[in-house]
């Protein structure tokens, strides 16, 4: 990071709580809610600032220490009842993937929301509630969990569960709903957020998500206003386990992955065989751009993540089709490993 000029009285303040690269990022922080005030601000945009600014912290807090646990957020209708399909489905779901290791993320409502939790149990949940003027209460499982965030703003409750969450599942809803499986699907369309599994949970039968994908392809596709490749990033089920093994088999080798550049850099559990390597860059060539596909250590641009040093790494320059890139990662799971 660029060294930059700071106030002492700042940088002497900063230093009692960090060090390093945290220190300099809080600094700029400060220095940037001074600017507000030399900008002049009106009163009704600094007390938004800082009450996004709080809400962030809180829950930054929270879910700090839970970081090293994978979480989904489920998504569904506030209305839906406890003897409907619906809720019986999102309630099994969430207390079978659960028993997975994971934790579950909802909007901390009634409804499908509140089945989740049901299922997951509060222990293993997270309830991020949005104050609205009709006062939405928490369901009865998270209501008083301190893993509970009350938020006032839209916004700030929709980067926490964007940045918490490692797969969303959506079982049938209304317009918030909708909202936060297209956010979803634009963030990972367009690489503002990473990949990770879309899952559209339905009851045996039903045809709510398959209406669905039917507007997606007789008006957004026929109009050429998506690519069929965006038809990669969600995944449609009338079934629990087969929703939880969606899940499970993306992470099956797959970590994570950072850009270096040009470059996405994929960190993987295991090494893969010099066969499956050569079978990707055999059958994902169309994706590649430059270099084939390569299989290294870190990178040297990586160095500050040290904490994921021992990953091998396959790298390589992606066209920008976030849809194919998606089904190298199912490609990339099923390859075989060195240790296989």
């Known amino acids: 990071m660029k060294e930059r000029k700071v106030d002492p009285r700042i940088r002497e303040l900063v230093g009692e709580v960090a060090e390093g ?13 001074l600017k507000f005030g030399r900008d002049g601000a009106n009163f009704a945009d600094l007390k938004l600032y800082n009450r996004a600014m709080r809400e962030l912290r809180l829950a930054a807090s929270i879910f700090a220490k839970y970081r090293g646990i994978r979480k989904v957020a489920v998504f569904g209708s506030a209305r839906t009842k406890p003897e409907a399909e619906e809720y019986k489905l999102a309630r099994a779901f969430a207390s079978r993937i659960v028993a997975e290791g994971y934790m579950i993320i909802t909007g901390g409502g009634d409804g499908i929301m509140g089945a989740a939790q049901e299922g997951a149990g509060a222990e293993r949940s997270f309830g991020l509630n949005i104050r609205l ?28 569960f964007v940045k918490e969450t490692h797969a969303f599942a959506l079982c049938p809803g209304g317009f918030g709903t909708h909202d936060e499986g297209f956010e979803a699907l634009t963030l990972i369309q367009t690489g503002k957020s990473p990949i990770v599994p879309i899952v559209l949970l339905d009851r045996p039968n039903g045809h709510y998500w398959e209406t669905w994908r039917r507007f997606l392809a007789n008006d957004l596709l026929e109009q050429g206003l998506i690519s ?42 295991r090494r893969l065989a010099d066969a499956a390597l050569a079978g990707l860059n055999q059958e994902f060539a169309h994706l590649v751009t430059g270099a084939p596909i390569i299989q290294t250590g870190p990178l040297k641009e990586e160095a500050d993540d040290t904490h994921l040093a021992d990953f091998p790494r396959i790298v390589f320059t992606p066209r920008k089709d976030f849809g194919c890139l998606r089904l190298f990662l199912d490609a990339l799971n099923d390859a075989r490993t060195e240790s296989a």
């Open 21 to 33: 690269r945290d220190a300099q990022l809080i600094e700029e922080m400060i220095d940037t809610a």
């Open 133 to 160: 003027p009709f006062e939405q209460k928490a369901n009865e499982t998270i209501d008083g969990d301190p893993k509970l965030v009350n938020f006032r703003y839209f916004f700030t409750r929709k980067l926490n």
């Open 228 to 269: 069929s490749s965006d038809f990669n990033f969600f995944f449609i089920t009338h079934d629990v386990e087969a929703a939880v093994q969606h899940i499970l088999r993306f992470y099956r080798n797959f970590h994570s992955y950072r850009w270096v550049r040009e470059k996405i850099v994929i960190r993987i559990h």
